[in-house]
């Protein structure tokens, strides 16, 4: 089926001839590719994301939960500064 694109930012269409050039491919089977592993790509629901970061806490040690802790407020406290900026 025919399909058209119009509009496409300049970055995503330079990122897409970039991967086809790499993936020896044309634009319009790259577009195609990347679509369709979209398309293909399995959605997490909330419920599902929440009992993964559950199972993913208990595989830390108190350590590196502590560590991933302090490195999280940090990137939160640098945010907050740049939008003073």
Do not use: Y
Request: hydrophobic share 40%.
């Amino acid at each position: 089926m025919p399909l058209t694109v119009r509009c496409c930012p300049p970055a995503v269409h330079r990122a897409l001839k970039k991967s086809a050039r790499r993936n020896h491919r044309s634009l319009n089977r790259e577009t195609l590719a990347w679509l369709e592993q979209q398309a293909s790509s399995k959605i997490v629901s909330a419920k599902e994301t929440a009992a993964i970061l559950r199972q993913l806490q208990k595989a830390l040690s108190p350590a590196e939960r502590k560590a991933m802790a302090q490195s999280i407020e940090e990137v939160r406290r640098r945010m907050a500064n740049e939008h003073l900026h």
